[in-house]
């Protein structure tokens, strides 16, 4: 596609309940990352994927929270047992080769999670 | 751990007035600044990449300067229009890891 797609776009849940939250990222960009926007602040970093594999998911605030990208394109943030403190919105971003200090990071539209 | 502050935290000004929005950070070892613009329920848009051995970079009648040593950037509008309206964000990045401020809401009025 031309640009970063995440779906669902709006997510409401119950407290407690599992959701997953999709990424597809440009085409042939290696690199992945997943940001956490609270309203009024910046996106925080929660991981961020080179290929298959998960460089470094220094972000994610707890074991609750995990993501895979099986095939090193679409990636899966996935939560557990969500709590009402998870609402936010969940950004995905995807850049060439992740290279740093190299790279622009294109942004998709976001996925609002409201956790009642 | 990276700071990143954004001053101010909203603006609003006339149409056509110039103006500049702040941003400074805590740690000087950054591979890069960008700015991005956020428009209501949307993502981030990039706006501008300054690598660390840059100065400014411009682009149409955006001009982002950076100043590693004293930890600061700022992102000078020209000539500002309606269409500008939006949250301006800064964000520095060391290895992985993007650290973002709060952002400047900025409204131009017409």
């Known amino acids: 596609g031309a640009g970063v797609s995440q779906t669902p776009s709006n997510k409401v849940t119950e407290k407690g309940k599992y959701v997953e939250l999709r990424c597809d990222p440009i085409?042939?960009?290696?690199?992945l990352y997943w940001y956490r926007q609270s309203l009024g602040q910046g996106p925080e970093f929660l991981i961020y994927?080179?290929?298959?594999?998960?460089?470094?998911d220094s972000g994610l605030p707890n074991d609750r929270f995990f993501a895979v990208r099986p095939e090193g394109s679409v990636s899966t943030l996935k939560i557990q047992r969500t709590e009402r403190g998870d609402s936010a919105v969940y950004l995905c971003?995807?850049?060439?080769?992740?290279?740093?200090?190299?790279?622009?990071?294109?942004f998709g539209p976001g996925t609002r999670l409201l956790v009642l | 751990k990276q700071e990143v502050t954004q001053i101010p935290a909203a603006l609003s000004v006339p149409e056509g007035e110039n103006l500049v929005l702040n941003c400074s950070f805590t740690?000087?070892?950054?591979?890069?600044l960008q700015w991005f613009r956020q428009d209501p329920g949307k993502g981030l848009t990039s706006l501008l990449l300054?690598?660390?051995?840059?100065r400014e970079q411009t682009s149409g009648r955006l001009n982002a300067s950076l100043d590693k040593s004293s930890g600061r950037s700022t992102l000078y509008i020209a000539a500002s229009q309606p269409g500008d309206s939006a949250t301006y964000l800064c964000?520095?990045?060391?290895?992985?890891?993007?650290?973002f401020g709060a952002g400047t809401r900025l409204t131009v009025k017409p």
């Open positions: 740690d000087s070892a950054i591979y890069n």
């Open positions: 300054i690598q660390s051995s840059q």
């Open positions: 085409s042939g960009h290696t690199a």
């Open positions: 994927f080179q290929g298959t594999g998960a460089a470094d």
């Open positions: 971003a995807s850049s060439l080769t992740g290279s740093a200090g190299q790279e622009t990071q294109y």
């Open positions: 964000a520095v990045r060391d290895n992985n890891d993007m650290r």
